[in-house]
């Protein structure tokens, strides 16, 4: 099947490159220019991917992997093209968290409240005059390092965080929300949805956002997550937030994969926001889990068909692997990893590789050796899934023992709180 795989940053690298060893014909758009070199030698790039429509004609499959294309999605399922990955509302239910919240209430979700501010200067005109902890996050794509969730009662912290993103990015900062902080347990709900209906069971994951062990350290997309499917319909994650979008997603013609993150505590729930489009590295640790093929699995849900997904049952875990200047890509930095080489202390498997998902990377056909490919220090993740959260972490960390990146860096400790407190925690509330 042809396929055209359009990225605006790569996010789903893992998967453009499984639909290719799948033994599909895929060709690549990427938009961001620094990502743009990246799975060179690993898929066939193109430079515009409309020229490609022909190409991929209505028989093959459009995947979009990321925000930002949801206009262009809909006009082309509306051309008779199969495409998967989102729409313009689907954009605009994750971009705008003050759209998103207000789906959720008409669907009859319960939500955090949220404030809206047009600059950082209100906020923090707001927060001297209200206790907190106070959450900050801003709308969009736009700077994610600037989220952050104050500890003190008078938003010292916050205030601080506020006054120095003012002081230092006036141009750019755009639209901010302040979220009460709510204690308890983070925890999302996903699951595939084909226009119609919902496809294959509901995914339950654990995110890991803060750079360091322990969840210490500043906020990144993600260094790690722990993952498992539910084929129980009255599950109560499930029930209490996205089975409640159903009417909503068939009302917008939503194809694709989306997630709403959770804060529960308790018999409480609190849904934060949704993702709605392939997540990472959710879409790759599904890799990992999914025993169908993608291709086949994709092509249904773009065409609003039924789809019995095979999958693996247990646990699954995912790890970043990243260097310097990684989380900070912006900052000015002299160290840069473009170009040095993914060793392997021993040749990996073929079923081993499988585990490998390789981001900002490509590959030398004459020297047979992956390199990185870009500046930015996201390189690669590495996945493993077991009957138990445990076992998941020894086939991961065993894996990620086995590569060398000079500088590199990951979190040792992805689903360990999971199995000391959270999973009995969570059973104790019924939500798992």
């Given at each position: 099947?042809?396929?055209?795989?359009?990225?605006?940053?790569?996010?789903?690298?893992g998967?453009c490159?499984?639909?290719k060893?799948?033994g599909h014909?895929?060709?690549?758009?990427i938009?961001d220019?620094y990502?743009?070199?990246?799975l060179?030698g690993?898929?066939?790039?193109t430079?515009d991917w409309?020229?490609?429509?022909n190409?991929v004609?209505?028989?093959?499959l459009?995947?979009?992997?990321?925000?930002?294309?949801?206009?262009?999605?809909?006009a082309?399922?509306k051309k008779?093209f199969s495409?998967?990955?989102g729409?313009?509302f689907?954009?605009?239910?994750?971009?705008?968290r003050?759209?998103?919240?207000k789906?959720?209430?008409?669907c009859?979700?319960d939500?955090?409240p949220?404030?809206n501010f047009?600059?950082t200067r209100?906020?923090?005109?707001?927060?001297?005059k209200?206790?907190?902890?106070w959450?900050?996050?801003q709308n969009?794509?736009t700077?994610?390092?600037?989220n952050?969730?104050g500890?003190?009662?008078?938003n010292?912290d916050?205030i601080?965080?506020?006054m120095?993103?003012?002081?230092?990015?006036?141009?750019?900062c755009?639209?901010i929300d302040?979220q009460?902080?709510?204690?308890?347990?983070?925890?999302g709900?996903?699951?595939?949805f084909?226009?119609k209906?919902?496809?294959?069971?509901?995914?339950?994951?654990?995110e890991?956002?803060n750079?360091?062990?322990h969840?210490?350290g500043?906020?990144?997309?993600?260094m790690g997550?722990l993952?498992?499917?539910?084929d129980?319909?009255k599950n109560?994650l499930?029930t209490?937030?996205?089975?409640?979008?159903?009417?909503?997603?068939r009302k917008?013609d939503?194809r694709g994969?989306?997630?709403i993150?959770?804060?529960?505590?308790?018999?409480?729930?609190?849904?934060l926001?949704?993702t709605a489009?392939?997540?990472?590295?959710?879409?790759?640790?599904?890799c990992?889990i999914?025993?169908?093929?993608w291709?086949?699995?994709?092509?249904?849900?773009?065409?609003?068909?039924?789809?019995?997904?095979?999958?693996?049952?247990?646990?699954?875990?995912i790890?970043?692997?990243a260097?310097p200047?990684?989380?900070?890509?912006?900052?000015?930095?002299?160290?840069y990893p473009e170009?040095?080489?993914?060793l392997f202390?021993?040749?990996?498997?073929?079923?081993?590789?499988?585990?490998?998902?390789?981001?900002?990377v490509?590959?030398d056909?004459?020297?047979?050796?992956?390199y990185?490919?870009?500046?930015?220090?996201?390189i690669?993740h590495?996945?493993?899934?077991?009957?138990t959260?445990?076992?998941?972490?020894?086939?991961?960390?065993?894996?990620i023992?086995?590569?060398?990146?000079?500088k590199?860096?990951?979190?040792?400790?992805?689903?360990?709180?999971?199995?000391?407190?959270?999973?009995?925690?969570?059973?104790?509330?019924g939500?798992?």
């Amino acid at each position: 099947m042809n396929v055209l795989f359009v990225s605006k940053d790569l996010a789903g690298a893992g998967l453009c490159y499984k639909l290719k060893k799948e033994g599909h014909d895929v060709r690549l758009f990427i938009d961001d220019i620094y990502q743009k070199q990246n799975l060179d030698g690993m898929v066939e790039k193109t430079q515009d991917w409309k020229k490609e429509l022909n190409w991929v004609g209505k028989e093959g499959l459009i995947v979009f992997d990321s925000c930002g294309y949801g206009k262009e999605q809909d006009a082309l399922r509306k051309k008779g093209f199969s495409v998967v990955g989102g729409n313009e509302f689907a954009d605009k239910l994750e971009h705008d968290r003050q759209y998103g919240h207000k789906i959720f209430s008409v669907c009859g979700i319960d939500i955090v409240p949220t404030i809206n501010f047009c600059n950082t200067r209100e906020a923090i005109a707001f927060v001297m005059k209200n206790e907190g902890p106070w959450v900050i996050k801003q709308n969009g794509h736009t700077n994610k390092s600037f989220n952050y969730v104050g500890h003190f009662k008078d938003n010292r912290d916050v205030i601080e965080v506020l006054m120095n993103y003012d002081k230092n990015n006036k141009e750019e900062c755009g639209s901010i929300d302040l979220q009460r902080k709510i204690d308890g347990i983070e925890i999302g709900v996903g699951r595939y949805f084909n226009g119609k209906k919902w496809v294959g069971p509901i995914e339950i994951n654990v995110e890991h956002k803060n750079l360091f062990n322990h969840d210490l350290g500043p906020k990144t997309d993600e260094m790690g997550t722990l993952m498992w499917y539910d084929d129980n319909e009255k599950n109560q994650l499930f029930t209490s937030t996205l089975a409640k979008l159903e009417s909503y997603l068939r009302k917008i013609d939503f194809r694709g994969d989306i997630d709403i993150n959770c804060i529960v505590n308790g018999n409480e729930i609190f849904p934060l926001e949704a993702t709605a489009r392939f997540g990472c590295p959710s879409t790759q640790l599904q890799c990992e889990i999914h025993t169908s093929p993608w291709g086949d699995f994709l092509k249904a849900i773009a065409d609003g068909k039924s789809y019995d997904l095979k999958y693996k049952k247990g646990f699954a875990i995912i790890a970043l692997i990243a260097t310097p200047p990684f989380p900070y890509d912006g900052a000015m930095n002299k160290y840069y990893p473009e170009g040095i080489k993914v060793l392997f202390k021993k040749k990996l498997k073929e079923a081993e590789l499988e585990s490998v998902h390789f981001e900002e990377v490509s590959f030398d056909a004459k020297t047979e050796d992956f390199y990185i490919s870009s500046k930015k220090g996201y390189i690669l993740h590495v996945s493993g899934m077991g009957d138990t959260v445990g076992e998941a972490r020894k086939k991961t960390y065993k894996l990620i023992d086995n590569i060398v990146v000079p500088k590199m860096f990951y979190r040792t400790d992805v689903g360990s709180r999971f199995i000391k407190r959270d999973c009995a925690r969570l059973k104790k509330w019924g939500w798992v």
